[in-house]
């Protein structure tokens, strides 16, 4: 039975050290070697949707868990909310702890066509985007974004945050810095602490671990 959101944000309290996912990083292998030195909740690599629609062999690969390998996340990315809600169903099927769903990636040819972080361009769509995933699917789903495209005078990501939440996301995580950064530059969690002030919901920091 998948976990409720209730179960799910218990879960993650107990456990809020969560690993974050890597492209061709955090593959089965090595989520076993963080499971064995002392990790829990756990996220596959990036998900392209189109890819595991159209049935890659290497977007399957991704979101196969073993039954070693429940406690993990599968973490889709795309550019149409249609496509996202049809992936999530999918993936779904591999019984992950939940969906997570990337707004966050700055990488200009992934952002440049609308999916990660490009959805910060629009909020009203990124949040329309998120309700439709999570009605789509029976277990959690979560949403990573950053703070703002960038370069904002003032983040939209505690505004964001609160209607994110109306969707009946399960969490958020937040990379703190812009899309337009980067990597560069620090990291300010004190937006992901804003954020946290506004909503009920789980809120996981991303960035300058």
């Avoid at 392209?48 to 990315?77: F, H, P, W």
């Avoid at 909310?81 to 969906?99: C, D, G, K, N, Y």
């Avoid at 200009?108 to 990660?116: E, L, M, Q, S, V």
Wanted: net charge positive; aromatic share 6%; glycine share 8%.
């Amino acid at each position: 039975m998948p976990l409720s959101v209730a179960e799910l944000r218990a879960k993650i309290a107990e456990n809020p050290a969560i690993l974050a996912p890597m492209e061709d990083v955090t593959d089965v292998v090595f989520r076993r070697l963080c499971r064995k030195f002392g990790g829990k909740i756990m996220m596959t690599e990036f998900v392209n949707v189109e890819g595991l629609l159209r049935g890659c062999r290497n977007a399957r690969r991704k979101i196969s868990l073993a039954d070693d390998d429940r406690m993990t996340a599968i973490q889709i990315y795309g550019a149409d909310p249609q496509r996202l809600s049809e992936a999530a169903r999918f993936a779904a099927t591999a019984q992950p702890m939940f969906i997570d769903v990337n707004c966050g990636c700055w990488v200009p040819k992934i952002a440049g066509r609308g999916a990660g972080a490009g959805w910060l361009r629009d909020p009203h769509a990124m949040v329309a985007m998120a309700k439709m995933v999570v009605d789509s699917v029976g277990v959690p789903v979560t949403v990573k974004t950053r703070i703002g495209y960038g370069p904002e005078s003032e983040m939209p990501i505690v505004d964001l945050a609160r209607r994110l939440e109306d969707t009946g996301i399960a969490a958020l995580t937040i990379h703190c810095r812009t899309a337009s950064m980067g990597h560069s530059g620090a990291a300010d969690w004190t937006w992901a602490q804003k954020a946290r002030e506004v909503v009920s919901i789980p809120v996981v920091v991303n960035g300058d671990v």
